[in-house]
């Protein structure tokens, strides 16, 4: 069963057009990656699932309700969960209190704070210490595990490895397949690390300006 | 010696004073970047709020702390609604929009109460210290302006109010993508900005007397010590007031009100030329 379904989707910013014609879809417990060059629309495809922009045509089923319409705000309530490029850490909240919030705006129970932790060893030094100056892979674990505070079902991941250490990637792969095969999360990735594209998805859609253009399992891709 | 302690006690009123008049501003200006031209008339609306509802039979203090925040709370919540939510993130467009409320207001109760100044005497007589005496009430509202700032840090530190405003403040599109509705906390952050300015308002109405184009007197003092603060609302504008509120009644003693105020303006500019990003721009960074 599909969680996410996406036909005919258009989006882009004001009167230019960056998707067309886009649609796929992802399994329960499915991670699916998307490849492409820069510019290809890769990141604008995850803005629009979010909600970040509104896609101008076609629709986007989320355990089957159409969420094209609605705020971002709305779609991570459902359990739509969006860790964008560049993470977006909040800079004058502490790591855990950027977990907290994630878990206080989604409704989650506040232990899961604690969890979280517990999945991430690297975050346990610094849970008191502010988000703006952590590392580029502290931020990028942080993000994951904000993220995974507010309980979703299927996760947007944009450019996860982009500026970390290979030890980090690994942990962070090694995290989400965990998850995948204990709470059945499904993820969409965006990537240019072949290894990390690889190493966790189970299917590969390339984009070329724009559209999807070949589906390949990830060998194939690499 | 007494001299001495009622100079003390007045500079601390006058800087309690200062940081209760800027607090609606800085709430208002530092979480969510609105330049609100309003305010002073959003104090002005807490003065007759107050006056009203006391003059209508109404026991003072619950037209100071009740009557007043809830009546100008109101106002702030159709304003947001009606006007600020349709410019966010505009801050030019609600400079001028929040411009022109200021001056709607100022007519509508100038049409309503007439250009002229009224006033409740201050309550609680006065405290006396050898040959001098100060007003208990000033001393009152010196206590409730540092209670309103501790009870503000409280908020913002400690509950999950405040750790929602705290991170929607810091970046708005992400909050949004964990699942927090923008515009219900940006509300809810005008109407709380309002409601203080309303109480601030009102405390100070028996004291300064209140007319139609009071907000005028206050809004550059507020502004001046909102902008000195720097990023941090309450560090910022506590830290703001208590130097130039200290340098206000000092040279008010020394040398009467006017230089008072022109030494204030003169501290801020000379601060803001060492400190352009503010007090809290060099000095307690990572406060709230």
């Given amino acids: 069963m599909s969680i996410l379904a996406v036909s005919n989707l258009a989006a882009g910013y004001g009167a230019i057009g ?23 629309g ?42 964008p490029q560049g993470r977006q850490i909040f800079p004058g909240l502490t790591v855990r209190e950027n977990m907290a919030f994630a878990a206080r705006a989604s409704g989650a129970p506040l232990v899961i704070v604690d969890e979280m932790i517990a999945r991430f060893p690297r975050l346990q030094p610094i849970v008191d210490r ?16 904000r993220c995974l505070c507010a309980k979703p079902s299927l996760i947007l991941l944009d450019e996860p490895t982009e500026g970390i250490q290979p030890s980090i990637r690994d942990e962070i792969v ?13 993820i969409l990735l965006v990537e240019q690390n072949l290894k990390f594209m690889t190493d966790l998805a189970d299917r590969v859609l390339h984009m070329e300006k724009g559209r999807l253009a070949f589906a390949a399992p990830p060998e194939a891709a690499a | 010696m007494d001299y001495a302690i009622i100079v003390l006690l007045q500079v601390v009123v006058t800087i309690a004073n200062l940081a209760l008049i800027s607090a609606g501003l800085a709430v208002i200006f530092g979480m969510m970047r609105i330049i609100n031209m309003a305010h002073g008339e959003f104090l002005m609306l ?21 009557v007043a925040p809830l009546v100008v709370g109101l106002v702030g919540a159709v304003i947001e609604r009606l006007v600020i939510r349709r410019l966010y993130g505009r801050m030019i467009d609600t400079m001028l929009a929040t411009w022109g409320v200021s001056l709607a207001l100022v007519g509508l109760i100038t049409v309503i109460f007439g250009n002229t100044v009224a ?15 100060i007003g208990r009430y000033e001393l009152l509202v010196a206590g409730v302006s ?40 940006y509300a809810a952050t005008f109407v709380t900005g309002a409601a203080i300015s309303g109480l601030a308002g009102a405390l100070i109405a028996p004291i300064a007397g209140v007319a139609p184009t009071i907000g005028a007197a206050y809004i550059a003092k507020t502004f001046i010590t909102v902008i000195s603060g720097g990023a941090a609302i309450l560090a910022g504008t506590l ?31 000379l601060l803001l030329r060492l400190l352009p990003q503010g007090v809290t721009g060099r000095f307690f960074r990572r406060s709230l």
């Avoid at chain 1, 329960?28 to 510019?39: D, K, S």
């Avoid at chain 2, 107050?50 to 009740?66: K, T």
């Fill in chain 2, 239 to 269: 830290s703001a007031a208590g130097l130039l509120g200290a340098v206000n009644a000092a040279f008010s003693f020394l040398t009467g009100p006017v230089l008072g105020e022109v030494a204030l303006l003169a501290c801020a500019v």
């Fill in chain 2, 119 to 133: 006033g409740v005497s201050p309550p609680l007589g006065s405290l006396e210290i050898g040959a001098y005496a």
């Fill in chain 2, 146 to 185: 540092a209670l309103l700032f501790a009870a503000g840090w409280w908020v913002l530190a400690r509950t999950p109010v405040g750790l929602i405003a705290r991170a929607a403040m810091q970046n708005r599109d992400m909050a949004a993508a964990l699942g927090v509705d923008p515009a219900r906390v």
């Fill in chain 1, 174 to 186: 090694e995290t989400l397949l965990t998850l995948r095969r204990e709470l059945g999360l499904s």
């Fill in chain 1, 18 to 40: 960056v998707l067309r014609d886009v649609g796929f879809d992802i399994a329960q417990g499915e991670i699916l990656g998307i490849l492409g060059h820069n510019g290809m």
């Fill in chain 2, 46 to 66: 807490g003065g007759y709020a107050a006056l009203v509802s006391h003059q209508a039979g109404l026991n003072l203090w619950l037209s100071i702390f009740v």
């Fill in chain 1, 130 to 145: 502010a988000g703006g100056v952590l590392s580029g892979g502290e931020q990028q674990i942080l993000a994951l595990a």
């Fill in chain 1, 42 to 83: 890769k990141s604008t495809l995850l803005k629009a699932l979010s909600g970040a922009i509104l896609p101008s045509a076609g629709a986007i089923l989320f355990a089957g309700a159409d969420i094209a319409q609605e705020p971002p705000h709305r779609r991570a309530r459902r359990g739509l969960g969006y860790v």
